[in-house]
DNA sequence: ACAGGTTGATGACAGCTGTCATCTGTACTG
DNA sequence: CAGTACAGATGACAGCTGTCATCAACCTGT
């Protein structure tokens, strides 16, 4: 029998897998969370042998939480559930450890097929995630482009990105030409968007 | 008997939701859709009493699906389903004569309720949202200050807007500043950002 | 020691943004 | 009818944005 806890932050959504997950013959759904922190709290409470977490929930994210699991729950293992497919969201999660990254357009019955992979040593990679993850090596952008883009919001102007970074306004406003000429974009906050869109952020 | 379909654009929360509501005695999942219109075409074929529908869908969302329902299927009633519970979603989903609104954070035991009340003829609003609703009676900006907000987006420069709202760039302008002054925000990006975080868009 | 790449800074310039005061029509209201 | 509110336009002005050419330090490899 498989051990399994639940971190989801929409409460149908959670209470309906939830249940299905439940009626599989070799599963049992020992605990639930809606958030990061419960969902620790509930893996120090009934040592699960897989945690299922959102990616999006308040307060610590699913990401967060697999890398705590890693260093100090080695006997349980992660599996990542996430809405929007994006490569950076999988390389954070890669990062932290989890052997599974399943995102919410896979049907229920997958689910359950990944948690037994994982359960048995296992890993397992969204297949349409997995095609668009090299985009991760295509990325243009140098590493002062990035810094710089990470810093941009709505509101931001470069000389709050230019303190933020520790660079001149100047520079600041010519990495971010640079980083829009080679995204394309026409603006600083179309630019982030485009590479936070791709992961690249 | 109760005859539903059940659109939702995820499809491990729409299989898991429709196999829970399926277990209910009275309810009987006729039919599922992923987009607006997959769902009008289950209604048309099947003819449900309820359709249950996500507002947030690609395509056809499901706001327009209700209001296209409340002309050509009379006999079937709308219950939406959404994850933000934001005022505007109510307002947009009420004007369509959707009889049930739900967010994705009541537990599926309450949805199967709802249904059998709208069913019943009868009609549901989520409590929390309810409370919320009174935001737009707050809503400080006028039509045309909505009109322009509606069109900002990352690269969108006031000749594009004003081209969009048969404006003159120069009245699209002030209008973006009064729209940025009522809403304390000090770019059009982020003044449009605060109006779709309060559902006013 | 020297050429060449990277990182950063500067200054200039056109164009866009936000802000404000002002001027039309136009519709509503007493 | 006069008064008033409102949608829309215009022009001016400071400030920011995007773009580009240029310059000064550094490493780094040969």
């Known amino acids: 029998m498989i051990r399994l806890i639940l971190a989801e ?7 309906a897998v939830a249940t299905l997950l439940g009626m599989e013959e070799d599963l049992t759904v020992v605990g639930q969370a809606a958030t990061g922190e419960e969902a620790l709290e509930a893996i120090r409470a009934h040592r699960p042998d897989i945690a299922v977490l959102d990616i999006e929930m308040p307060g610590l994210d699913g ?9 100090h729950h080695p ?15 999988l390389r954070r999660a890669l ?9 919410k357009n896979t049907p229920a019955a997958t689910l359950a097929q990944v948690i037994r992979t994982v ?11 997995a095609a668009t993850a090299l985009d991760n090596a295509n990325c243009p952008l140098t590493d002062r ?19 933020a ?5 100047g520079t600041v406003r010519n990495y971010l030409s640079s980083a829009m000429r080679k995204l394309q974009a026409r603006t ?11 992961g690249w952020l």
């Open 95 to 103: 990062a932290a450890k989890a052997m599974g990254f399943v995102t």
């Open 119 to 129: 359960h048995d040593g296992g890993r397992y990679v969204d297949p349409e995630l």
């Open 165 to 169: 970074v520790h660079l001149s306004p």
């Open 75 to 89: 006997g349980t293992r992660c599996v990542i559930l996430t809405r929007h497919a994006r490569p950076g969201v």
């Open 63 to 71: 990401a967060q939480v697999a890398e705590h699991v890693a260093t």
């Open 145 to 163: 482009e990035l810094d710089v883009l990470r810093q941009v919001g709505p509101a931001s102007t470069a000389d709050d990105i230019a303190a």
């Open 9 to 15: 932050d929409e409460h149908l959504t959670r209470s």
């Open 188 to 198: 600083r906050t179309e630019a982030a968007a485009h590479a936070r869109e791709h």
